[in-house]
């Protein structure tokens, strides 16, 4: 059994060489659109904290996945993900065709939004 990772490059490392580009591709997006985000490791996924849990990303035996740890922020971009294999806070994909930049950088924007926000409220 491999030892869990403790950092993105470590969760990264272990990956087939198509997995790691796209994933290595959607890291570079998010630090991208969200430059004040910390990257950690969440659950055994890599993921990235802003005002709280921003947003993650995975591979799977079968795929790869954003995980945008909302459904709110999925649901109110339904239109544009209609392509895409979706449920609750997750969006996946095949390494070989990964998500366009453009939308990963809104996502990511509408998360942080979303924490903002929700931050507010709890003031």
């Known amino acids: 059994m491999a030892p869990k990772p403790n950092t993105i ?5 272990v990956l ?22 910390e990257e950690c490791i969440s659950y055994q996924l890599a993921a ?5 849990m921003l947003v993650a990303f995975g591979a799977t ?7 945008l740890m909302s459904a709110s922020t999925v649901l109110a971009h339904k239109d544009e993900l209609k392509k895409y294999d979706t449920s ?24 942080i939004a979303e924490n903002v926000g929700r931050r507010r409220e709890s003031k």
């Open 9 to 13: 490059d470590e969760y990264l490392a």
């Open 16 to 37: 087939s060489a198509d997995k790691r580009a796209a994933l290595e591709r959607l890291r570079k997006t998010i630090k991208a659109a969200a430059p004040k985000a």
């Open 48 to 52: 990235f904290r802003q005002n709280g």
């Open 61 to 67: 035996a079968n795929h790869c996945a954003f995980y």
């Open 88 to 111: 609750k806070g997750t969006i996946r994909f095949r390494a070989d065709k990964p998500l366009p930049a453009a939308l990963v950088r809104k996502l990511v924007k509408a998360r």
